[in-house]
Each structure stands twice: as structure tokens, then as C-alpha cells.
């Protein structure tokens, strides 16, 4: 939700700017901008839409020697998606790149505006420039300036300001959104996540909220408050590579291939012989622990759903699912026996990382499932499992999930471990098909090809319901997802069950019905309720082991006799039929419109 990026030193800014961009475009893509300082003059660059048409209208722009610039990839939250909104935002002498929302930017716009201030776009960003010109005039000091325009803002924000009087330096200031700092043998760099700093440089401060100050060519000042605080860098992870293509048409595509290969590394050393070993997690995490509590938004909520199953059935424990933003405004009744768990690709989710901080405070032991080391839900969380998924690009979350499912169900067998919930024949087969798991999620290239056929034939209609029972219903609001972000066609995902108590009035043969039928669970309810829906005439694409005579069409899965095996082959199934419907609707499928990969803002 928004990228930032920032650059002092003698190479070359703009190209250090917009690779820079391009590694965090995925953040938001409604417009994009830089500004570059050399002997202290700022000139400022925008174009609404992707990247791309910045880098085509600046393609004449030159830098040479010392400099500074910082450059912004938006996500819109206030104003329309223009280039006035776009940002640098300016005033007189000085320009501003921010991602966050300022809460009281209302209050403060209309007291600039009182006392003179002209603004020029609708944003919320707008203020803290304004602001910052107002107190360095007052002032005649800029750090002093810097520091009073922080102390206003109330929301949260990862800020980078530039000034004409003071060439030489960049501020920042960070509470609530990502913001690193790079250190280089070629200068400073900022960076809203460290994918943008991959070859740049191999170590970054990592900075906590409350931080603010500025770099210069001698000197990195940091306070939190009025308090200095000194820098500490951490290595940059040497596994962190920069994403491409490889020859998919899209990231989304390639992400779903490469899940067999992913879910290999989330169980790496996490499997002994028999048993479930997760060394992450220290023994006393669990000392106490009744019941779970977990907190997620989208893909991730769907992954915590799926999950209270495998903890029920398994582990024979309490496991209740909360949406980080509906939990944070509730006032929920927490017990101390509840261990919190969050889950989190990005690891920077506004509304799943207050709900963490909220858990904290009362009292609650924390535990992160996140692919993101270093990420603020890691850095906040008492203890943390990595998902290893490797960086994903595409918006639409795939094998962030397959790895967030593969890292729950191991917690749910070493939980079952302790509590001896299940005896050593049962937990030997949960690990076998554990082991199993990355085989299945092998895409053949039949059924890629039988998906791209079928998807002609899905690209209308009035809505998709995605239905199934138990572990397949969390399974189906995540195909609903997957469909509505990329094709922007309707789909709801539902409990197959629950259809005869309103939804059938939809039924018609323009309503399209997902139907996951697996062989292991629940076999002869499923088949009943899809009956239901075909005699109604909707239209219906049946996934499952066992072909479907009645169903319009029908997609195989394999027979196996493990619910977590079908339940990865099924969500293939449907990324697949996703990707091939977006794609024929002639959609960005990685950058779909209004969206954006993490999502910093509330
Ligand atoms: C998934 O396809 C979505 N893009 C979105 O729902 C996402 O899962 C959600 O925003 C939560 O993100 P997180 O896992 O990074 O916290």
C-alpha cells in the first residue's frame, strides 16, 4: 500500500529511484512520482497509472554527481488516483513522499490553509510539507521543524521530506508503516520493504515507530522522540532475491507453479522421523495454553479458518478466528490462556498488527505466521513461524497461502505432540501426507490446458458461488477471493449447507456454481446440495476425485485419502481457473485494479 523509495549519493538517482519503484510497485500502481535535488534544486516528476508511464515521460531526465531523491508508487486513500495527488507533494522549498494516512490532516489542513498555506491536491500527505515549511520559517532550523511537524501528525506514516535549504540531507520519520534504511558503499538508501534494496546494499536498519531523523553524506541521526537512539543494522537476508518472471506470463503464474517447490522448504527441518519439531517456537510458548485466537485479514483470514479445523480435529483444541479489523474496534474478552496467533504474508498489515499490539497488552503470549522476516507483525510477536514462501508479487495471494495452511497444520500436530491427542498411527499418517503434500501441488500441464478451455465458458453470468463443507468451505471463500480480485466478476464462497436458507433464490443457469466435492469428507452432504442447485438449473463446474455426472463440467483431482491432499489440489484447481479467466477478460492479473499487495493503511 504505497512504496517508498530514497537515494543519497553519486550514482545514478533517477535509475536507483525507479528500480527502486519497480521492486515496490506492487505496493500500489494508481500513480507514481520522484524528486531529485542536485545543487539545491528540486525538480519533480508524475504520471498517473503504472510505473511505466513515469519511466517513459522521464526518459530524458539526467542526474550526475552527489544528489538526493526520494519517489513514491501510490496506493489511492484520499483523492482520486490524478497526478495533482500523485506524489512528491510540494510546497515552496521543499517536497514530501509518504505512505500511511494522517488521521487529523482536516484540522491541520484548515489551520494552514488560515494562515496561508495554498494546497494543491485533495491527499492527506499534503499537510506535512505545508506543515514542515510553516516551523522551518519559525524556526530557522530544519531538524527542529522536522521534529515539530512529526510531533503533529496523528495516524500512521513512513515519511520522507526534502528540503532546498539543506541539500545534503534526507528526513524520515516512521509509526505504524514499513520504512528501512540501506547502507551502501555507494550511499544511503530508503526503502518501504528490502526487496528494494537487494543489490544496493547488504545491511538496513530496520526502523521501529516513533523513529524519526535524517541522513546526511557524515552522518545518520536517529531519535525516537527527543531521545537519540542508536542505529542498529541487521544483514539484509542473503536469500532474498529480486522476483522475475521466468518466462510465465505473470508473477500470479508463476507463484502457482512454484508452490510444490515452496511448501518443500516450509517443512525443511521441521519433520523428524515421526514427530513435529518446530524450533522457533520455545516450550514455554505453550505452557498454558487452552485455546487459540487467531487474527488475520483476507487470504490470510481464509488460511485461519481452514485452520480451526485441522485444530479441532487434531490438536482437540479451541481455535476461534477473528477479522483483525472487526477485532480491533470490539471489546473483546481475552483470557490468558489464549495464545494469539497472527497470520500475515506481509508481516505489515495495518489492521493485524494493532490487533497483535492489542493482544500484547492485554496480557496474551503472540505468535506470528508471516513470510516476511524483519516485518513489523515479526518484530512485534513473541515468537515467530516463518511461512518461506519467497517474495510474492502477485496481489492476489497464492503461495503465501499454501505455505500459511502448511506452517498451521504443522502447529496443529505439535500440539496434538503434547496434548497426545492422537495416537502414533494417526500422527505417522498426518505426517506421511504432510510429506506428500509438495507431489500434489505439481501442476500438470493437462489440466492446465483443460482449465484454459473450460475458462472460456465462465466469463459472464449474474455470480459464482464457490461452495463446500468443512475444511472445503474456508477452501471455497478463498477460490471466491481468488476470482473477484483478478476477473472482477461476483463470487461469493459459501458452506455448501447453507444454500437452501437463502442463496438458492439466486439459482438460475446464469448463476455459476464451484462445487468442491472431495472423497474423503462429507461425500453424499456435498453431492446432495449440489443437486439441490443443479435442479434449479445453475450452471456447475464440479472439482473432486469422482467424476460428477450431472454437473455441467467437471475438473479431477486425485483419489487419496487425506483432506489436506485434496484440499491443495482443489485450490490449484481454482487458482488456475482464476488466472485463465482474468486473463482471457484481458485483466492485469498481478496488479488488479484498486488493490494493492500489503495493506498498510486500516
Ligand atoms: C489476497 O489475495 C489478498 N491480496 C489479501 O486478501 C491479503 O491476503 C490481505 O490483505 C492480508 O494480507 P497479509 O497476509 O499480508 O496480512
Request: aromatic share 8%.
Amino acid at each position: 500500500m504505497c512504496g517508498i523509495v530514497g537515494y543519497m549519493g553519486e550514482s545514478k538517482i533517477k535509475r536507483i529511484l525507479l528500480d527502486g519503484l519497480k521492486e515496490l510497485e506492487y505496493r500500489g500502481y494508481d500513480s507514481a512520482g520522484f524528486a531529485l535535488m542536485q545543487n539545491g534544486r528540486i525538480e519533480a516528476y508524475k504520471a498517473v497509472g503504472k510505473l511505466d508511464n513515469l519511466i517513459h515521460k522521464t526518459e530524458a531526465v539526467q542526474s550526475s554527481g552527489f544528489g538526493v531523491g526520494i519517489a513514491h508508487t501510490r496506493w489511492a486513500t484520499h483523492g482520486k488516483p490524478t497526478e495533482l495527488n500523485a506524489h512528491p507533494h510540494q510546497g515552496r522549498f521543499s517536497h514530501v513522499v509518504h505512505n500511511g494516512i494522517i488521521e487529523n490532516y482536516t484540522e491541520l489542513k484548515k489551520k494552514l490553509q488560515s494562515e496561508g498555506a495554498r494546497f494543491l491536491s485533495q491527499t492527506d500527505t499534503e499537510v506535512i510539507v505545508h506543515l514542515y515549511e510553516q516551523l522551518a520559517e519559525r524556526h530557522k532550523d530544519s531538524a527542529k521543524a522536522f521534529e515539530e511537524t512529526v510531533k503533529q501528525l496523528e495516524g500512521a506514516y513512513a515519511i520522507l521530506l526534502i528540503d532546498e535549504r539543506c541539500e545534503d540531507r534526507i528526513f524520515f520519520a516512521k509509526k505504524g508503516s514499513p520504512l528501512q534504511i540501506g547502507l551502501g558503499e555507494s550511499g544511503r538508501f530508503f526503502a518501504s520493504s528490502d526487496a528494494a534494496l537487494v543489490g544496493l546494499c547488504h545491511e538496513a536498519i530496520y526502523l521501529e515507530d516513533g523513529c524519526w531523523g535524517w541522513v546526511s553524506p557524515e552522518s545518520l541521526n536517529l531519535f525516537e522522540g527527543e531521545s537519540p537512539v542508536s542505529p542498529v543494522a541487521k544483514a539484509i537476508p542473503p536469500t532474498l532475491h529480486s522476483a522475475q518472471k521466468e518466462g510465465f506470463r505473470f508473477f500470479m503464474e508463476k507463484e502457482i507453479y512454484e508452490q510444490a517447490q515452496v511448501l518443500g522448504d516450509t517443512l525443511m527441518g521441521r519433520l523428524q522421523e515421526d514427530r513435529v519439531h518446530l524450533e522457533e517456537i520455545d516450550r514455554t510458548l505453550l505452557d498454558g495454553v487452552e485455546a487459540l485466537r487467531l487474527c488475520a485479514c483476507g487470504t490470510s483470514y481464509h488460511a485461519a479458518l481452514a485452520s480451526t479445523y485441522l485444530f479441532e480435529r487434531l490438536s482437540r483444541m479451541e481455535a476461534r478466528v477473528e477479522i483483525a479489523s472487526e477485532f480491533r474496534y470490539r471489546d473483546p474478552v481475552l483470557k490468558s490462556s489464549e495464545l494469539f496467533v497472527v497470520i500475515s504474508q506481509s508481516g505489515e498489515t495495518a489492521d493485524t498488527l494493532e490487533a497483535l499490539k492489542m493482544a500484547k497488552r492485554a496480557g496474551l503470549k503472540t505468535l506470528a505466521i508471516c513470510n516476511v522476516d524483519n516485518s513489523s507483525i515479526v518484530r512485534e510477536a513473541d515468537a515467530t513461524l516463518l511461512t518461506r514462501a519467497g517474495i510474492e508479487k502477485g496481489v492476489a495471494s497464492t503461495k503465501a497461502f499454501a505455505t500459511q495452511m502448511m506452517v498451521l497444520w504443522l502447529l496443529s500436530l505439535l500440539i496434538a505432540q503434547r496434548h497426545k491427542t492422537l495416537d502414533p498411527a494417526l500422527l505417522a499418517q498426518e505426517i506421511a501426507a504432510m510429506r506428500h503434500a509438495p507431489q500434489v501441488l505439481q501442476v500438470p500441464e493437462k489440466l492446465h490446458d483443460r482449465i484454459h478451455r473450460l475458462s472460456k465458458r465462465y466469463l459472464h453470468g449474474h455470480g459464482f458461488f464457490f461452495i463446500g463443507r468443512d475444511l472445503f468451505y474456508p477452501l471455497a471463500l478463498e477460490g471466491a477471493l481468488k476470482l473477484k480480485e483478478i476477473s472482477y466478476l461476483h463470487a461469493e464462497g459459501y458452506p455448501a449447507g447453507e444454500m437452501k436458507h437463502g442463496p438458492i433464490a439466486l439459482a438460475d443457469s446464469e448463476l455459476f456454481t464451484i462445487a468442491l466435492l472431495p472423497g474423503t469428507l462429507l461425500k453424499e452432504k456435498m453431492r446432495s446440495n449440489v443437486e439441490e442447485l443443479i435442479a434449479r438449473d445453475s450452471t456447475t463446474l464440479a472439482i473432486g476425485p469422482e467424476c460428477f455426472d450431472l454437473a455441467d463440467d467437471y475438473l479431477p483431482t486425485q483419489p487419496t485419502d487425506h483432506p489436506m491432499l485434496e484440499f491443495y489440489e482443489m485450490m490449484v484447481v481454482m487458482q488456475l481457473l482464476a488466472l485463465e479467466i482474468s486473463i482471457r477478460l484481458g485483466n492485469d492479473v498481478d496488479m488488479p485494479r484498486n488493490l494493492a499487495k500489503s495493506v498498510t493503511v486500516e
